[in-house]
């Protein structure tokens, strides 16, 4: 069982930037790939970005490429997300999740993904 916990949500204005962690209880976090994922009201949990065991490939949704960037640190079990100049749909729950099938590369699909935080909430506002 690996246990998640995210936090660095917040209330913020449009353009603005925002940092979310992620603490993975597990000792072998260095191991998998981990992701972001994000919920906005009445919608689906949708990919935002992922990055490999080691930190040297990453994947981005389209939408947030050039403004996002994930990252980790494997000594601190921590994963983050950069977030800049955000924008007013980026309203959402954000989760991260890992992916313990030890691939190589980061992945996309939900269905990946093993075990999930309990999300942290980021409201953008105008």
């Known amino acids: 069982q690996v246990y998640l916990v995210e936090s660095g949500g917040g209330l913020v204005q449009a353009g603005d930037s925002l940092r979310l962690s992620c603490a993975a209880s597990?000792?072998?976090?260095?191991?998998?790939?981990m992701g972001w994922f994000r919920q906005a009201p009445g919608t689906e949990r949708e990919f935002v970005a992922a990055v490999s065991a080691s930190g040297g490939r990453t994947l981005y949704a389209d939408s947030v490429k050039g403004r996002f960037t994930i990252s980790r640190d494997n000594a601190k079990n921590t994963l983050y997300l950069q977030m800049n100049n955000l924008e007013l749909d980026e309203t959402a729950v954000y989760y991260c999740a890992v992916d313990t099938d030890r691939t190589i590369e980061p992945r996309r699909r939900q269905s990946d993904y093993n075990y999930w935080g309990q999300g942290t909430q980021v409201t953008v506002s105008s």
């Open positions: 597990e000792r072998t976090f260095s191991r998998y790939v």
